[in-house]
């Protein structure tokens, strides 16, 4: 096993490349989100002024009618804002969690991301995260303190804590960690 200081050239080009194309993924998501909205509006607008409305809206939009039936057809297939949960909500839940979590130095979060940078992770953590990432830091090369520490905080973890912190640690942003520190970065 590496050290946090000697990072394999490959280990994290791969990082970074992970990270890039989840920025992608995110904004194809937004893109995506935008066009459901958009056709939503459209939708809303021709029903709004009923009978040769689509007509209307084409003329007002400088459009073809194909274009707003088109529209109109996506609305149809999209969920309602009002049914379904925002897009972010996954990520907003995560924040959430995260911020609840307790603190630690910022040097013992920055272990654990390296640590669960190591590691393949697939849907069997999805039933106890916790104490599958405390088993990780027990077996790490950490310091018996620090084991003693970061694997206790794990154990403490609730199942979406752990998953937000195992998200954090993949995308790198341990400045969202809660952190003992008294400097102005500490929550």
Request: charged content about 25%; some cysteine.
């Amino acid at each position: 096993m590496t050290t946090p200081e000697h990072v394999d050239p490959v280990e994290l080009f791969l990082k970074r490349l992970g990270e890039a194309e989840a920025r992608i993924e995110h904004g194809n998501d937004e893109r995506t989100a935008g066009a459901d909205d958009k056709a939503r509006l459209i939708e809303a607008e021709v029903t709004r002024r009923g009978r040769g409305g689509a007509m209307e809206v084409a003329a007002l939009l400088m459009v073809s009618k194909k274009t707003v039936s088109q529209a109109v057809a996506r609305a149809a297939r999209t969920v309602s804002p009002l049914r379904g949960l925002p897009h972010d909500t996954l990520d907003r839940l995560l924040a959430a969690e995260l911020a609840e979590v307790p603190p630690l130095p910022t040097r013992l979060w920055a272990a654990l991301a390296w640590i669960v940078r190591s590691i393949y992770i697939d849907v069997v953590w999805f039933g106890e995260p916790n104490m599958l990432l405390a088993a990780e830091v027990e077996d790490s090369d950490l310091g018996e303190e620090d084991i003693a520490v970061l694997a206790g905080a794990c154990h403490g973890l609730s199942r979406v804590q752990a998953l937000a912190v195992i998200d954090a640690c993949q995308t790198g942003d341990l400045s969202a960690f809660p952190t003992t520190e008294s400097s102005g970065t500490s929550r």
